[in-house]
């Protein structure tokens, strides 16, 4: 092969190729992929890939020089000789497209210009050859229509007016074309009328664009290479570009095929296949096609496309021929192709096809989407069939996929069948079925009695807890993603679909009308969490946790893992299921999480007497009657976690939080403490804050009440030394939140050393116990080197570290936000996935100075990211020893734990 | 000299020693110095340092070796020669003290003993050579006092009981002593009493600590030796190296030295003296005396001290005999111990000396300190005799004391006489003489009239602000440091005292009384707002601005500075005076300024209006008629700034700001507008937020409603295209605030740009503009590299800065800041000087990557720490162009920038 500096165009066709499947810098994504697979002999309709550099040269050149121009003329000869036909010709003229590829995928950032070559004196012979003057015209209006806006608007930098743009205009003229003939798709316009729609085309291009549509076929070719190069410098892509970091001189290939046709008459047809199922995963070759059709007609449905085989078939198709009864040559030739690409791809893949007078073209392959269900079943029997390894098996299920196999769902085939009556946000995942209540006390009551209940409210609010815990699934009619309904029961990893704004409920009468139709307390309803659906009465489900496969492929992952794993729990509860989906630990225990739900009413009462305590001594005593509650509390875990380690966090929000605000919370607490409501209010108001984010929290309650940390302090240690007593084994991980630097750090270990040594007086026992500190504030991460001293281990807590790097409240980005990202200004929500550019740099400088002061430090992260995929693998290259999120969110940090120690050492 | 691996111990005293004062290391910073005066020929005390490295072994091992004891004793008898006395001799014992003195001064840190040799077989010795027994059983109840308080309970690591010291038993038996004596001072106990109480004291030492008091000379110094090398190690002690970041392995040295005594009769004295007016700065020796009294009598105040010469009477000593008169020998040998001292330091020096039978010491001296005048005439005297040179005189004066010389002040030779009727808070700087009013109303009136007011409110509001501008002292009863009253007038430069409680308001009779006496309108008062003192009647004040000296210094420091200036600033009378003060520019105009105080009515009616826009055409439509206001606002300010650079930021408050809160405000605005107080209330909830620091604010405005920042972007553009052809000269930066990266600044760059195009073509003319942001947010710091890629400017936002990454809110943190600075966990107010090692290291950070884009870029910083002398000198080291502060700190920042200067050059 010559050198890429001498050669701009690569030629592919007739199972040769100058280009390979691996030369995705030269030629792009999809000019490599289509050399590849003409490389190994598949049919792919010829065609020309000119390079990335040549892209470069143009951007600055503003044109192709004659060298190239010759070069891309001989390989269009060479495209000519192997489709048999000539662009430009009058008689049997070629048609081709011209696509843009980078060497990473761009998703509609760049342009595409099909049906290039249709002229005036092209069209009489495309006629002849295809038999058919409405598919030439309509081809024609849509190379009128694609052409002008990106060729010769676009291209040529000129910026029309809002809604005059030259597209704008044609698809005014289309309705009203569509209109005066009184249909309602592009389908039903006749040749007559197409005619007329081109020439209203043409001229409004005249008049628009102060020129002709180009009537000459390489005029037509070189403005589409053209255009196909300028829009790598549009600003889309270059905003694309900076978000993705994309360096700009990558550039963009072009390619240039042959059209085919799958609707040249009754032995032409398009379909589209899966070389295995897609939903289930088994291995049948699966797909469907059309007879005498294009690819758009497969895609909009208007006519019910054949299914390939007998185990394609469907409702709708299980009468129709199957393209392996009508045209066995070309099954088998395609069944000969899947075979060919699934051998080289080691995946299962999907392909387009067209057959033009019988004669069989792939234009189209890549690896294919699949579900959840099918993503484990395909990579376990690649597995057994010893196709690919146990990582590469690993890396086929997403770890965001694998959420969806962990929870009861609603069975596929039975819930395609049914039509849903309404729909939400998809706020708790899996699928639940239950007669329906819509109080929380029905919802205990019911539960009760042994029967499945699906809990409906308007929205719901902390005294829902009971019956939310009580009911299967959670609907509710308003709130979003964040609302309480919401958090709630992701948390627990409970079925819930919040906002679903067509429920009328009377809360009084127990009834919901749902689309018009009644439904009575008892009815049922049948939820899908994952999707927010909801469907009237019983579905049928599955317990996906149950499957066998899951379990190999979860016995799988953990010995290629790394990182470490623990969940984020407050509760006896929530540790047993945190160990049940592997937690290795507890990452991060809140302490104040006994004030809130069931049972917290005596600790909330001592809790709230200690915040109105006007002085030190009456602190102190409300200390003394609440220490024990705080002692049992974390004695409850820690005896679940026996010989896990356990982080406890001291307190963290701010006090006012736990004051009551309404009237009559105010009045009660006064007469529980014989002072006035009036003093309570007046409390609360000196303790309210303009930034409650920013206030006296964490630490800074510990520095100014150092008897509260103290006291909580006291009640770890005992806690664990009793549980020592009884034989368990404790690991104790003191964590101070919120701190800001060393002093606070120091100034708390005095206090957390003079308790140990009390009580290490008062129980005769060494307590084993860690040191260690939250890492949420930006300047905790400037002086990590100092804390490491105090420190032996820091957690990350990316939820507050994320909210003051990016001076972004949580609780108020809703406003802004959304237009964040879909303006490309962020590429996710950092409150989702961890801002590796921002809050990802000041964790690693925190890392490397904290490491450099103590090298055996211990580092985990304890935000919501530690359960999100693209984040733990983040943490994972920055070197973090573990990861801490909510239970049911394990295993798929697992997952992504293990992918992410895959990745790094294939990347070596 | 021997090395210093071999010694220990260095003698000083008989005009030799074993040190210098160059010596600070090995010797601490008060061994070198006793070194270096002896070394002058001067007549200190002799004795000898125990060097720092002793510090380290004595730590480690726990003792001192025999090696180094032998040392000791050796050197004790040098001191006993020179001394012609005998340490634990019976007849004429010498008595020592023991002092810490650190490489660095850690002022109050560490230890120190005095009387140390005082025993049961020495007093009846010093009784007799001091003939002065109630003398020496006082000495001796202090060593007994201090020695087992230090020694014997802290160096021993006793931790007693809250309250059960022995040292707060011992004051408790003094307490007791005094009060069956009758009296309340301690010297009124005679011999027999004091005697007594060492009894007592010797008694506590034996039972509460289990041992007899030490009576053998030895035992008491090489306690005393111990106990300050221990208070090296002690918990406050390492608190406050840690915070100054002071290694641990420096150590301390320890001195110990001969006691003198000038209570030995009537040939014996002691005095302080300064070389020359510390509060005046007039090149006199000035001082006083007291013939046969201690250190203490002179500080205390019960006698009335003589002066040292005429220059020095004042109405008390004035006709008491001098020490010229008295002692003419001695005075004669203290002025030439003064002309050493000058010579040798080059400043100003204060000296404690002690006259013993007749023997003149130099006990101690160091450099004075002096008044705000004082400091400047020295300066300007020491530079006209050529004594200094110019940078060392830029350095004698510090900023903040140049604060208190650029407003008018009161004669303090006035002040000294008058007696304050009332104390408040020292709100804003200088002094006022006015009339009092009681309401805003009538200072405008009074004031145009031509009368000087003095404003008195209970607190002051926004109602308020023409009477306050009005008048020329605003004082109030109540409110803090950063109430309304104190942050208007601080910005304005004008005298203010707030939170005055002695004051009792009548508004409605229009007076106040103030320590019972009754003031009505019209009365004067006189004001102090550098002190916060309140004097009746009318003092007499000085123009210190006028002070043809420190126009000459002022004059001396441009040529020094490196670091631009500019000045915050809103409006044309804010940008006239900061021109007067010597602003470069403005490095921060805030547009919303126009929306609050005096002429806002209009712009802020029509900015609601724009807010509270239900569609974006309203808003569109609001923004028209607010536009020429806009440009009308900027242009005034652009006109006096003629030919220097105007930084200004696009709007950054989020909105809700502007809406007004009150039921009232509503309405009003709710008619104007055609819409129901319902739909005002409800919108201002809408856009309510839990952290509106971090929330809808800044870029993200612009992002969300880019209208706003266009029409703003617009009427700057205009404005500048306006006065270029009235042939001003315009150099204008736009300036972008709250970015978090590249993207919102490239998005809004895209912007100006186009509307740059719009307003050429409209003008015909090139408006000369740079593009910048503000770096305000954690994350901004991190992405500065990509953000210099469109920003030509940063401008540090240091107070947003520091709230972010401390995650402090300002409006909060008095719940907490408190604590934090008492307990040493912050050094300063972050808030006030920037957080070099936090905040500051982020600045570092965002600087290099900001540069490493574009070497060019221009940086600044307009946050308050752009007037605060301390941050200032950091923003000089880590390579800013310019700060930008408020135009009254403009002079101060000026100098704290050549300071700076000078400071980088000298210890290059």
């Given at each position: 092969m010559t050198k890429s500096e001498d050669k701009h165009v690569f030629r592919f066709g007739a199972k040769t190729a100058d280009g390979t499947g691996s030369m995705k810098n030269l030629l792009g994504g999809k000019g490599a992929s289509l050399a590849g697979a003409t490389l190994l002999g598949l049919p792919v309709p010829p065609g020309f890939t000119i390079s990335t550099e040549v892209c470069n040269l143009y951007l600055k050149t503003g044109g192709l020089s004659d060298k190239i121009k010759a070069e891309i003329k001989e390989a269009l000869s060479f495209v000519e000789k192997t489709m048999g036909m000539k662009f430009g010709d009058s008689k049997n003229p070629l048609l081709v497209s011209a696509r843009s590829g980078?060497?990473?995928?761009?998703?509609?950032?760049?342009?595409?210009?099909?049906?290039?070559?249709?002229?005036?004196?092209?069209?009489?012979?495309?006629?002849?050859?295809?038999?058919?003057?409405?598919?030439?015209?309509?081809?024609?209006?849509?190379?009128?229509?694609?052409?002008?806006?990106?060729?010769?608007?676009?291209?040529?930098?000129?910026?029309?007016?809002?809604?005059?743009?030259?597209?704008?205009?044609?698809?005014?003229?289309?309705?009203?074309?569509?209109?005066?003939a009184g249909c309602l798709t592009d389908t039903c316009l006749n040749v007559a009328q197409l005619k007329e729609l081109c020439k209203e085309f043409k001229d409004a291009v005249k008049k628009t664009l102060g020129?002709?549509?180009?009537?000459?076929?390489?005029?037509?070719?070189?403005?589409?290479?053209?255009?196909?190069?300028?829009?790598?410098?549009?600003?889309?892509?270059?905003?694309?570009?900076?978000?993705?970091?994309?360096?700009?001189?990558?550039?963009?290939?072009?390619?240039?095929?042959?059209?085919?046709?799958?609707?040249?008459?009754?032995?032409?047809?398009?379909?589209?296949?899966?070389?295995?199922?897609?939903?289930?995963?088994?291995?049948?070759?699966?797909?469907?096609?059309?007879?005498?059709?294009?690819?758009?007609?497969?895609?909009?449905?208007?006519?019910t496309p054949n299914a390939m085989n007998e185990e394609s078939k469907n409702d709708q198709s299980k009468d129709l021929p199957t393209l392996e009864e009508v045209m066995p040559e070309m099954y088998n030739q395609l069944v000969a192709i899947r075979d060919t690409l699934e051998k080289d791809t080691k995946d299962m893949i999907d392909l387009e096809f067209t057959i033009q007078e019988n004669k069989l073209?792939?234009?189209?392959?890549?690896?294919?989407?699949?579900?959840?269900?099918?993503a484990l079943n395909i990579a376990m029997d690649m597995l057994h069939t010893k196709f690919i390894d146990e990582p590469t098996a690993i890396l086929r299920v997403a770890p965001?996929?694998?959420?969806?196999?962990?929870?009861p769902i609603l069975d596929p085939e039975a819930e395609a069948k049914a039509t849903p009556i309404a729909r939400g946000l998809p706020a708790g995942p899996g699928g639940a079925v239950g007669q329906i209540v819509f109080t929380s006390e029905a919802a205990v009551e019911w539960n009760r009695k042994g029967k499945h209940i699906v809990l409906i409210r308007e929205e719901t609010s902390p005294e829902d807890i009971e019956g939310m815990r009580a009911a299967n699934a959670v609907l509710t009619a308003r709130g979003g993603m964040t609302s309480h309904a919401a958090l709630v029961t992701r948390g627990w990893g409970k079925c819930c679909i919040v906002g679903a704004s067509g429920l009328d409920i009377n809360t009084y009468e127990k009834t919901v009308t749902i689309d018009g139709q009644l439904y009575k307390e008892g009815d049922y309803l049948t939820l899908n969490g994952t999707q927010g659906l909801v469907y009237s009465g019983e579905l049928p489900m599955i317990e996906a946790t149950e499957n066998p496969r899951l379990k190999e492929f979860m016995g799988l992952i953990d010995k290629y893992r790394r990182l470490g794993v623990r969940a984020n729990a407050d509760t006896p509860e929530d540790a047993k299921v945190a160990l049940a989906f592997g937690a290795e630990g507890i990452g991060l225990f809140r302490t104040e999480h006994m004030f809130y739900g069931e049972g917290s009413d005596e600790p909330l009462f001592l809790l709230r007497k200690m915040i109105l305590s006007n002085t030190r001594a009456e602190r102190l005593h409300a200390l003394k009657e609440l220490a024990p509650y705080v002692k049992q509390d974390i004695k409850a875990t820690l005896r679940v976690m026996d010989g896990h380690p356990v982080t406890i966090r001291l307190l963290d929000p701010p006090l006012h939080e736990f004051v009551p605000q309404s009237k009559f919370g105010q009045e009660k607490l006064a007469v529980a403490l014989g002072i006035s409501a009036e003093d309570v209010h007046k409390r609360g108001e000196q303790i309210h804050e303009n930034n409650p984010m920013m206030g006296h929290r964490g630490v800074r309650l510990g520095i100014t009440y150092p008897e509260i940390y103290e006291m909580q302090v006291r009640a770890i240690l005992e806690a664990g030394a009793e549980l020592l007593k009884e034989g368990k084994e404790v690991h104790l991980e003191i964590m101070i939140p919120v701190t800001i630097g060393a002093a606070e750090l120091k100034t708390m270990q005095l206090i957390v050393e003079k308790v140990y040594d009390e009580v290490k007086n008062e129980?005769?026992?060494?307590?084993?116990?860690?040191?260690?500190?939250?890492?949420?504030?930006?300047?905790?991460?400037?002086?990590?080197?100092?804390?490491?001293?105090?420190?032996?281990?820091?957690?990350?807590?990316?939820?507050?570290?994320?909210?003051?790097?990016f001076g972004f409240s949580r609780d108020d980005i809703d406003s802004f936000l959304p237009d964040y990202l879909d303006l490309h200004i962020l590429r996710n929500d950092p409150f989702v996935s961890i801002d590796k550019r921002g809050v990802g740099q000041l964790m690693e400088i925190a890392i490397e100075r904290g490491r450099k002061t103590r090298p055996d430090i211990k580092l985990g992260v304890c935000g919501e990211h530690g359960g999100d995929p693209r984040s733990v693998e983040f943490f994972h290259e920055i070197g973090l020893d573990y990861v801490s999120c909510s239970p049911y969110r394990l295993p798929i940090a697992r997952l992504a734990a293990a992918q992410a120690a895959i990745k790094e050492k294939y990347s070596k």
């Amino acid at each position: 092969m010559t050198k890429s500096e001498d050669k701009h165009v690569f030629r592919f066709g007739a199972k040769t190729a100058d280009g390979t499947g691996s030369m995705k810098n030269l030629l792009g994504g999809k000019g490599a992929s289509l050399a590849g697979a003409t490389l190994l002999g598949l049919p792919v309709p010829p065609g020309f890939t000119i390079s990335t550099e040549v892209c470069n040269l143009y951007l600055k050149t503003g044109g192709l020089s004659d060298k190239i121009k010759a070069e891309i003329k001989e390989a269009l000869s060479f495209v000519e000789k192997t489709m048999g036909m000539k662009f430009g010709d009058s008689k049997n003229p070629l048609l081709v497209s011209a696509r843009s590829g980078a060497r990473q995928s761009m998703p509609g950032m760049m342009e595409t210009v099909l049906n290039v070559g249709l002229t005036t004196s092209t069209i009489p012979g495309l006629i002849e050859t295809t038999k058919n003057e409405r598919f030439v015209y309509d081809s024609y209006r849509r190379l009128i229509m694609m052409y002008s806006d990106v060729v010769m608007e676009k291209a040529a930098g000129i910026e029309p007016e809002e809604g005059h743009g030259i597209r704008q205009q044609m698809e005014r003229l289309l309705e009203a074309k569509k209109k005066k003939a009184g249909c309602l798709t592009d389908t039903c316009l006749n040749v007559a009328q197409l005619k007329e729609l081109c020439k209203e085309f043409k001229d409004a291009v005249k008049k628009t664009l102060g020129k002709e549509f180009p009537d000459e076929p390489y005029e037509q070719l070189w403005g589409a290479v053209g255009a196909v190069f300028k829009s790598w410098g549009g600003a889309r892509a270059v905003a694309y570009r900076r978000i993705e970091n994309i360096p700009d001189e990558w550039g963009t290939a072009c390619t240039v095929q042959a059209m085919v046709f799958g609707n040249m008459g009754d032995h032409s047809a398009t379909g589209v296949a899966f070389s295995r199922n897609p939903a289930t995963g088994e291995n049948k070759f699966y797909g469907e096609f059309l007879i005498n059709a294009q690819g758009e007609d497969v895609v909009a449905g208007t006519r019910t496309p054949n299914a390939m085989n007998e185990e394609s078939k469907n409702d709708q198709s299980k009468d129709l021929p199957t393209l392996e009864e009508v045209m066995p040559e070309m099954y088998n030739q395609l069944v000969a192709i899947r075979d060919t690409l699934e051998k080289d791809t080691k995946d299962m893949i999907d392909l387009e096809f067209t057959i033009q007078e019988n004669k069989l073209f792939l234009v189209q392959h890549r690896v294919g989407k699949r579900t959840a269900t099918a993503a484990l079943n395909i990579a376990m029997d690649m597995l057994h069939t010893k196709f690919i390894d146990e990582p590469t098996a690993i890396l086929r299920v997403a770890p965001e996929q694998l959420g969806q196999l962990l929870y009861p769902i609603l069975d596929p085939e039975a819930e395609a069948k049914a039509t849903p009556i309404a729909r939400g946000l998809p706020a708790g995942p899996g699928g639940a079925v239950g007669q329906i209540v819509f109080t929380s006390e029905a919802a205990v009551e019911w539960n009760r009695k042994g029967k499945h209940i699906v809990l409906i409210r308007e929205e719901t609010s902390p005294e829902d807890i009971e019956g939310m815990r009580a009911a299967n699934a959670v609907l509710t009619a308003r709130g979003g993603m964040t609302s309480h309904a919401a958090l709630v029961t992701r948390g627990w990893g409970k079925c819930c679909i919040v906002g679903a704004s067509g429920l009328d409920i009377n809360t009084y009468e127990k009834t919901v009308t749902i689309d018009g139709q009644l439904y009575k307390e008892g009815d049922y309803l049948t939820l899908n969490g994952t999707q927010g659906l909801v469907y009237s009465g019983e579905l049928p489900m599955i317990e996906a946790t149950e499957n066998p496969r899951l379990k190999e492929f979860m016995g799988l992952i953990d010995k290629y893992r790394r990182l470490g794993v623990r969940a984020n729990a407050d509760t006896p509860e929530d540790a047993k299921v945190a160990l049940a989906f592997g937690a290795e630990g507890i990452g991060l225990f809140r302490t104040e999480h006994m004030f809130y739900g069931e049972g917290s009413d005596e600790p909330l009462f001592l809790l709230r007497k200690m915040i109105l305590s006007n002085t030190r001594a009456e602190r102190l005593h409300a200390l003394k009657e609440l220490a024990p509650y705080v002692k049992q509390d974390i004695k409850a875990t820690l005896r679940v976690m026996d010989g896990h380690p356990v982080t406890i966090r001291l307190l963290d929000p701010p006090l006012h939080e736990f004051v009551p605000q309404s009237k009559f919370g105010q009045e009660k607490l006064a007469v529980a403490l014989g002072i006035s409501a009036e003093d309570v209010h007046k409390r609360g108001e000196q303790i309210h804050e303009n930034n409650p984010m920013m206030g006296h929290r964490g630490v800074r309650l510990g520095i100014t009440y150092p008897e509260i940390y103290e006291m909580q302090v006291r009640a770890i240690l005992e806690a664990g030394a009793e549980l020592l007593k009884e034989g368990k084994e404790v690991h104790l991980e003191i964590m101070i939140p919120v701190t800001i630097g060393a002093a606070e750090l120091k100034t708390m270990q005095l206090i957390v050393e003079k308790v140990y040594d009390e009580v290490k007086n008062e129980v005769g026992a060494d307590i084993p116990y860690m040191y260690g500190t939250m890492i949420e504030i930006p300047r905790a991460c400037m002086r990590a080197g100092d804390m490491a001293q105090s420190a032996q281990f820091f957690s990350f807590g990316t939820n507050d570290l994320s909210q003051m790097s990016f001076g972004f409240s949580r609780d108020d980005i809703d406003s802004f936000l959304p237009d964040y990202l879909d303006l490309h200004i962020l590429r996710n929500d950092p409150f989702v996935s961890i801002d590796k550019r921002g809050v990802g740099q000041l964790m690693e400088i925190a890392i490397e100075r904290g490491r450099k002061t103590r090298p055996d430090i211990k580092l985990g992260v304890c935000g919501e990211h530690g359960g999100d995929p693209r984040s733990v693998e983040f943490f994972h290259e920055i070197g973090l020893d573990y990861v801490s999120c909510s239970p049911y969110r394990l295993p798929i940090a697992r997952l992504a734990a293990a992918q992410a120690a895959i990745k790094e050492k294939y990347s070596k």
